[in-house]
Structure formats: structure tokens, C-alpha cells
């Protein structure tokens, strides 16, 4: 038995060595015991700088100029819409059951959700407005979606397959903005209007949180999860 084993774990080298891009290990959901609970609070405790929005054309539908926060925070200083995941996590709790398929919607030239996390896999892109929308996708500054939508009601099926950060702009009105974070695991949240999240069901362990908001970045740090206790945490966001 040993001795099987011992070629198998050789032939498994052989053919990785043999590879030239490893795939990613995929997530495998199964049952979790012992599960903790990562219970935190988002905050910034800076002056919210803004940017000044001057809309020059459909300003019918889009509205007119206004001056709108680079970060939502609440009096308590709580940070909504921020979203807080654990990376490379190889194992744990399955994936909340899925509905419909993830939407971002153009509405009054804004992208509803403005934030949003989905998993890796389809996405439908709406057009909720009198007219043209050009929805574009970027991881980075490759484009992951470059799409044009002149009518009203319309949908068009995407995916993004792959984890990150995407921007979306649109390329008819410049000022609009809005932010996909595609995950490859379950351990996710966003938080609320309070700054507050919750992810559970964490199998007991260390992990990698990242903490990430558009004015701000990512902001990583170590967490360690103990069986089926809470674990708070306070997290702080700076301006880059
Ligand atoms: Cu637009």
C-alpha cells in the first residue's frame, strides 16, 4: 500500500512538473464542524473627500451636477458597501444557494448594486434607462465585458470567470462607477450601513481577510479562528 502510494504521489509530481500553469485548486464545499464566526466593523476615521459629478448629457435621466462621497460612512464612522473576504481558502461550508443569476442594472445612470460580490460564473448586464448605456468591465486594465445597450429593458448574459476586482465603468457617461468583486469561495460579506459583517462557519484555522473599498484598496491581515467561538475584529481603512 505504501509502496502505491509512494508511485502515486511520484506520478502526481511528474505530471505537475510536466505543467506549465497549475490551475488553481478549486473549492471543495462540504460539511464543517466546529465552525467559528469572523464578526467585525469596518471604519475610516479620515475627512471623506468627494469628487464633483457634472453630468453633460441625458441630464434628464442622470440628474444634475452634485458633489458625491469617495466613501459612504456613517456618523459612527462605520464604512457601508465595503466587502471583506478570506482568501485561498481550499475547504469549508457550501455555497449559499443562488436564485437568479447576479444582475448589475443601469438606472439613472447609475450602476444598482453600485457594490457587489458574486461568485465566478455568469453575470446579466441591464439596461433599465431610455437610452444607450456602454457597460465595461476591467480587471485591472484588461477588459473583462465591453458591451453597448441602447434599449430600455434590455439584458446581456456575461461571466466572469475570473476571482478579483472589476471596475465597471461606462463608456457613454464617464462618471458612472461601480465595483464586482468575483470570489472563489463562500467566505465573503459586505458590509452594512453600520460598517458591520459577519462571516460564518469558518472551520477552525488562519486565514487571510482582505478588507477592500475603492478609495481605500485592499488592506489584508491575518485572522485566526477558533472552533466555534467568535473572533471580533475592528478593521480601520486609510486613503492610499
Ligand atoms: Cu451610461
Redesign the pocket.
Known amino acids: 500500500m505504501k509502496k502505491l502510494l509512494t508511485l502515486t504521489t511520484g506520478l502526481v509530481a511528474i505530471v505537475l512538473a510536466g505543467t506549465i500553469a497549475v490551475p488553481a485548486q478549486a473549492y471543495e464545499a462540504g460539511p464543517v464542524t466546529g465552525g467559528g464566526t469572523i464578526d467585525g466593523k469596518v471604519v475610516f476615521n479620515d475627512v471623506v473627500p468627494t469628487r464633483k459629478i457634472i453630468p453633460n448629457k441625458d441630464v434628464e435621466v442622470c440628474g444634475g451636477p452634485r458633489e458625491e462621497p469617495l466613501i459612504e460612512v456613517g456618523p459612527d464612522k462605520g464604512v457601508q458597501n465595503a466587502v471583506v473576504y478570506l482568501v485561498e481558502v481550499a475547504k469549508g461550508k457550501a455555497w449559499p444557494a443562488q436564485g437568479k443569476t447576479p444582475e448589475l442594472t443601469?438606472h439613472k445612470?447609475r450602476f444598482e448594486p453600485e457594490v457587489q460580490v458574486i461568485r465566478a460564473g455568469p453575470l446579466d448586464v441591464v439596461n433599465d434607462?431610455p437610452m444607450?448605456?456602454?457597460?465595461h468591465g476591467y480587471y485591472g486594465k484588461r477588459t473583462a465585458f465591453n458591451m453597448a445597450l441602447p434599449n430600455q429593458g434590455q439584458r446581456i448574459p456575461t461571466e466572469l470567470t475570473r476571482p478579483g476586482t472589476v471596475r465597471i465603468d461606462?463608456d457613454?457617461?464617464g462618471w458612472?462607477e461601480g465595483w464586482i468583486y468575483v470570489v472563489d469561495n463562500p467566505y465573503y460579506a459586505i458590509t452594512g450601513a453600520d460598517g458591520k459583517f459577519t462571516i460564518t462557519d469558518v472551520p477552525p484555522g488562519t486565514y487571510n481577510l482582505v478588507a477592500i473599498q475603492s478609495l481605500t484598496g485592499p488592506l489584508q491581515q491575518s485572522v485566526t479562528v477558533a472552533a466555534g467561538k467568535p473572533t471580533n475584529l475592528t478593521i480601520e481603512l486609510k486613503k492610499q
Open positions: 443601469n445612470c434607462d444607450l448605456h456602454n457597460t461606462c457613454a457617461h458612472m
